[in-house]
Nanobody, 115 residues
Framework: QVHLVESGGGLVQPGGSLRLSCAAS????????MNWYRQAPGKERELVAG???????DYADSVKGRFTISRDNAKNTVYLQMNSLKPEDTAVYYC?????????WGQGTQVTVSS
């Protein structure tokens, strides 16, 4: 079994920054892609950013230039640095990790951008 622990969410003013972290533990042999998804109220869940085991990154157009995804393979941890936050970034953010052919989801962390 794999356990994902997310942290770093909270309330921030527009233009502010937050850094999300997600640490994976348990029966981990090799982590492939690590991703962040988000779901805003009344909207579908969307992929925010992803990073492969080799470090290749991909971003949703709405966050390019503002968010940066990174990972520490030694710690089985993925990060999402979020800068220049906007009210439309308000959502529950989920860490998603691909291990072998299985996908594991974190419990989600709330990010609220409001003045």
């Amino acid at each position: 079994q794999v356990h994902l622990v997310e942290s770093g969410g909270g309330l921030v003013q527009p233009g502010g920054s937050l850094r999300l972290s997600c640490a994976a533990s348990g029966s981990i042999f090799s982590i492939n892609a690590m991703n962040w998804y988000r779901q805003a109220p009344g909207k579908e869940r969307e992929l925010v950013a992803g990073i492969t085991s080799g470090g290749t990154t991909d971003y949703a157009d709405s966050v390019k230039g503002r968010f940066t995804i990174s990972r520490d393979n030694a710690k089985n941890t993925v990060y999402l640095q979020m800068n220049s936050l906007k009210p439309e970034d308000t959502a529950v953010y989920y860490c998603v990790v691909d291990i072998s052919i299985r996908r594991f989801w974190g419990q989600g962390t709330q990010v609220t951008v409001s003045s």
